[in-house]
T-cell receptor
Framework: EAGVTQFPSHSVIEKGQTVTLRCDPI?????LYWYRRVMGKEIKFLLH????????ESGMPNNRFLAERTGGTYSTLKVQPAELEDSGVYFC???????????FGEGSRLTVL | GENVEQHPSTLSVQEGDSAVIKCTYS??????FPWYKQELGKRPQLIID?????GEKKDQRIAVTLNKTAKHFSLHITETQPEDSAVYFC?????????????FGQGTRLTINP
């Protein structure tokens, strides 16, 4: 069974540019989460989808971040325009049940110069 | 909201010795406490978890203890091996709108010295 896959694994962009990160959850997992780890700190919750609906987006830092999950399959996280403090590793995770084990992807490392 | 503190940030032990990582949480309503291991360049993976109706759980060389009164929980690894070297994250959560929203600690980089 394929795990959670994320693309790209690493992205280097300049301040002010746009980046779109993609996450493919495990097939059949309705719950999809985005987390972020900045500069060796804790992994912080960004948002949670149930199928195509945003269940909880309380962790989204500001309106420069836009997450979508059209069709309830893969999800994208767009940062526009990117700022220096957006640098970090963005993790996607999925679970079959809302209270079940989270399966993480390997993360997308974003570097904003 | 919930706040999770994790200590130490780095830990170095000799192969065969034990390692202990400690976490405290602030929200007494938290009822689920997983531990994730992230090896270099790989994804975080769940290694053990505990729910608030249990005080201790063991899985081979790994054990987790929970003290609800003091609001802290710990990961114990015995007979450490080189493959235990990784970053370990604790987390705490409670059900919010029918889902578990994990709040993570800052991570502990564990190094096992041969």
């Amino acid at each position: 069974e394929a795990g959670v896959t994320q693309f790209p694994s690493h992205s280097v962009i300049e301040k002010g540019q746009t980046v779109t990160l993609r996450c493919d959850p495990i097939s059949g997992h309705d719950n999809l989460y985005w987390y972020r780890r900045v500069m060796g700190k804790e992994i912080k919750f960004l948002l949670h989808f149930v199928k195509e609906s945003k269940q909880d987006e309380s962790g989204m830092p500001n309106n420069r971040f836009l997450a979508e999950r059209t069709g309830g399959t893969y999800s994208t996280l767009k940062v526009q325009p990117a700022e220096l403090e957006d640098s970090g590793v963005y993790f996607c995770a999925s679970s079959q049940q809302p209270t079940g084990e989270l399966f993480f992807g390997e993360g997308s490392r974003l570097t904003v110069l | 909201g919930e706040n999770v503190e994790q200590h130490p940030s780095t830990l170095s032990v000799q192969e065969g010795d034990s390692a202990v990582i400690k976490c405290t949480y602030s929200d007494s309503a938290s009822n689920y406490f997983p531990w994730y291991k992230q090896e270099l360049g790989k994804r975080p993976q769940l290694i053990i978890d505990i729910r608030s109706n249990v005080g201790e759980k063991k899985d081979q060389r790994i054990a987790v203890t929970l003290n609800k009164t003091a609001k802290h929980f710990s990961l114990h690894i015995t007979e450490t091996q080189p493959e235990d070297s990784a970053v370990y994250f604790c987390a705490a959560s409670k059900q919010v709108q029918g889902a578990q929203k994990l709040v993570f600690g800052q991570g502990t980089r564990l190094t096992i010295n041969p």
